[in-house]
T-cell receptor, first 112, second 115 residues
Framework: GESVGLHLPTLSVQEGDNSIINCAYSNSASDYFIWYKQESGKGPQFIIDIRSNMDKRQGQRVTVLLNKTVKHLSLQIAATQPGDSAVYFCAEKRGSNYKLTFGKGTLLTVNP | GAVVSQHPSRVICKSGTSVKIECRSLDFQATTMFWYRQFPKQSLMLMATSNEGSKATYEQGVEKDKFLINHASLTLSTLTVTSAHPEDSSFYIC???????????FGPGTRLTVL
C-alpha cells in the first residue's frame, strides 16, 4: 500500500556538508527505485534512479545506494547547497506494474 | 526533455461547481498518465492511472464519478473534479510515462481550493 505520513522526518545540515537521506521500502519484489525532490508548491522532480540489479549509482553530486537484503535505499548529496532544501521522496515500482509507491518523504533543510 | 505541464496552476471555486485540470506532456508521447493528490506535509497518493484511449483505473477509495479522467491523446489527460466540496481542496499532481521501465515525470501541480 501507499505510505502516508502526518509528520515528515527532517534533516538539517550545514551548507557544504554531505547529506544522507534514508528510505525503507516494504516490497521485496520491487525492482526499480527513484528519488524525487519536491520544493514547496511544486511537483516532484526526478533526481536519480536505480534498478534492483545494481547496488550503487552515481549522478552529479548525488549517489543512490540500494541494499536489497534489508530493503533500504539511501540518497547521498555531496556538498549540500541551500538550493537542495526540499522534501525528498523515494519511490518504488515492481515489474511491469506502472504504479509508483511513494515513501513518506524527508524534509532537508540546508543552513547557510 | 520530458516536460509535463499542468493548467491551471491554482484555482479557487465555490462548493458544488466542477473544475477541470489539464495535464500535458510537451516533448514526448505519454502512453500512461497518473493523477495524484497530496495533502500538506504528506506523501503523494495515487488516485488513478490512465492509458491513452481507454478508461482510467482508479485506486481503492477514489470515486470515479467524482474524479472524471479523460486521456484522449498521447499528450493530454484531464481530471475533472465534479461537485467539488471543501474537503476536495488539495494539491493535484499529474505525471506521465512512456511506459514500461520509464520513469514518471511530474507536472508542477494544481492547487485547488474549494470555498
Amino acid at each position: 500500500g501507499e505510505s502516508v505520513g502526518l509528520h515528515l522526518p527532517t534533516l538539517s545540515v550545514q551548507e557544504g556538508d554531505n547529506s544522507i537521506i534514508n528510505c525503507a521500502y516494504s516490497n521485496s519484489a520491487s525492482d526499480y527505485f527513484i528519488w524525487y525532490k519536491q520544493e514547496s508548491g511544486k511537483g516532484p522532480q526526478f533526481i536519480i534512479d536505480i534498478r534492483s540489479n545494481m547496488d550503487k549509482r552515481q549522478g552529479q553530486r548525488v549517489t543512490v545506494l540500494l541494499n536489497k537484503t534489508v530493503k533500504h535505499l539511501s540518497l547521498q548529496i555531496a556538498a549540500t547547497q541551500p538550493g537542495d532544501s526540499a522534501v525528498y521522496f523515494c519511490a518504488e515500482k515492481r515489474g511491469s506494474n506502472y504504479k509508483l509507491t511513494f515513501g513518506k518523504g524527508t524534509l532537508l533543510t540546508v543552513n547557510p | 526533455g520530458a516536460v509535463v505541464s499542468q493548467h491551471p496552476s491554482r484555482v479557487i471555486c465555490k462548493s458544488g461547481t466542477s473544475v477541470k485540470i489539464e495535464c500535458r506532456s510537451l516533448d514526448f508521447q505519454a502512453t500512461t498518465m497518473f493523477w495524484y493528490r497530496q495533502f500538506p506535509k504528506q506523501s503523494l497518493m495515487l488516485m488513478a492511472t490512465s492509458n491513452e484511449g481507454s478508461k482510467a483505473t482508479y485506486e481503492q477509495g477514489v470515486e470515479k464519478d467524482k474524479f472524471l479522467i479523460n486521456h484522449a491523446s498521447l499528450t493530454l489527460s484531464t481530471l475533472t473534479v465534479t461537485s467539488a466540496h471543501p474537503e476536495d481542496s488539495s494539491f493535484y499532481i499529474c505525471s506521465a510515462s512512456s511506459g514500461g521501465f520509464d520513469t514518471q515525470y511530474f507536472g508542477p501541480g494544481t492547487r485547488l481550493t474549494v470555498l
